[in-house]
């Protein structure tokens, strides 16, 4: 049962567009949530996140949305570009310890987004 | 800062073999992760380390799969015996604190033929 989900497995958008991302978690007691960007054959790396006691968090071009009551959160990337053409996962954890996860980020299955030019 | 290194990049294997994934963190990360990535099921924990002690390990598949720290610059993913089922990109990460913004490794593509 996936607790985090991103239903969009892609996403095209054009060059200077905003682009969203959305996703989607299942279990209230998420209170850290995270994005990451992979290119191919290299790791995820770290772009943006937002504790659940605040509803947005900004950082140049990225935004990130969360709806506690909806248990949705959405990435804007405005303007795109191609450069930002990537996977992008959500990801969830708790910040207080919470049966013995404290440490883990659980993972969507990510969004391939293509910024054509 | 040189992130975090994982070696070796591609491994093809037979069936049946022993394989060993190595993994060196970021200096002065007290926690070291180790995922496995696979079309079917996304990136998926396997295990996790703080203070090169292991703390969950529920995400291990099997009992062939086993993981150490020796040291706080050091870890290893062994499979053994490996199967074709186990060809996935396994990724090491390390964060500073609490899991939180973890740092990946370029991961490592195991292909068991």
């Known amino acids: 049962d996936q607790q985090v989900k991103q239903n969009s497995p892609s996403l095209s958008v054009q060059e200077g567009r905003i682009s969203i991302l959305n996703c989607d978690y299942t279990?209230?007691?998420?209170?850290?949530f995270l994005w990451y960007k992979k290119y191919p054959a290299e790791g995820p790396t770290f772009l943006i996140s937002?504790?659940?006691?605040?509803d947005k968090n900004e950082d140049g071009r990225f935004t990130v949305f969360l709806n506690k009551s909806a248990k949705h959160l959405s990435l804007h990337i405005v303007p795109s570009q191609p450069g930002d053409s990537a996977v992008y996962f959500c990801?969830?954890?708790?910040?207080?310890?919470?049966?013995?996860?404290?440490?883990?980020?659980?993972f969507g299955k990510g969004t391939k987004l293509s910024v054509k030019p | 800062d040189a992130g975090v290194i994982q070696s070796p990049r591609h491994e093809v294997t037979e069936m049946g073999q022993e394989v060993t994934l190595r993994c060196k963190p970021i200096?002065?990360?007290?926690?070291l992760f180790w995922y496995r990535q696979t079309m079917m099921r996304g990136l998926e924990l396997l295990i996790y380390?703080?203070?090169?002690?292991?703390?969950?390990d529920s995400g291990m598949p099997e009992d062939r799969f086993s993981a150490k720290m020796p040291n706080a610059s050091f870890s290893t993913l062994k499979i053994q015996p490996s199967e074709p089922r186990d060809s996935a990109v396994y990724f090491c990460a390390s964060s500073l604190n609490r899991g939180h913004e973890q740092y990946f490794g370029p991961g490592t593509r195991l292909t068991v033929t």
């Open positions: 200096s002065g990360h007290d926690y």
């Open positions: 937002i504790s659940s006691i605040k």
């Open positions: 279990n209230s007691m998420f209170d850290y």
């Open positions: 380390f703080n203070n090169n002690v292991p703390i969950d």
């Open positions: 990801a969830a954890s708790f910040l207080m310890n919470y049966g013995g996860s404290q440490g883990n980020l659980i």
